[in-house]
């Protein structure tokens, strides 16, 4: 008798299954056919945007090449197409080289474009600096040091990638003025921070020596 109730309780399962499937297959295979081209469609995108890394990663080195051999022009050239088509990356990459490319005949034009990427609120907090610390570069001997201090304050934070460079930069600036205590603010910073480079740090032992001694009250 059990085994009859089994026959008759598979039969009824069975019947409801092929209900369900006459009602919903139409909607179970759309379903089934949405997963498979989303998932081919991911794996599409995610191998079209690899070659296009790749592809701007090679042209980004064609660019460098061209740099180094002295073809500022075509560098140029190559680094701005790679700054409007690229990907996001090598695309903030090729605007800081554009700039430098740029700066070789016109370091005007090319602080501006530093200006631009440092204002630039779609790009890193790091990147933002470096763009800052360039553009006060070309123009360290031709602005006020309160230009500089206005640009590279922001930078010299102690959780700053560059404030070192950026530190250095303003006691340089200072001297310049013949602003001997603002020198020296910047200068006891860079001596002051255990990270400083050696380097560095030696640059500015020098210019520390060549300010006039502290007036004693």
Known sequence: ?????????????R?????LWERYSI???????LIVAGVGGWRGYE???ARKAAEAGAAFDRAAELSEQNKHAEAEAAFADLAAKAPSGYRMLARLRQAGEVASRDPQAAAKMYDDIAADRSVGAAEQDLARIRAAQLLLDSTSYQNMQQRLEPATAATSTFRHTARELLALSAWRANDANAARQWLDLIANDGE?????????????????????S
Do not use: C, G, H, N
């Open 1 to 13: 008798m059990s085994e009859l109730f089994d026959e008759v309780d598979e039969e009824v399962r």
């Open 15 to 19: 019947d409801q299954l092929k209900k």
């Open 27 to 33: 909607y179970i295979v759309a379903l089934a056919i």
């Open 47 to 49: 191998y079209l945007e």
């Open 196 to 216: 400083t480079p050696p380097s560095l740090r030696s640059r500015a032992e020098a210019l520390q020596a060549l300010l006039p001694p502290v007036a004693k």
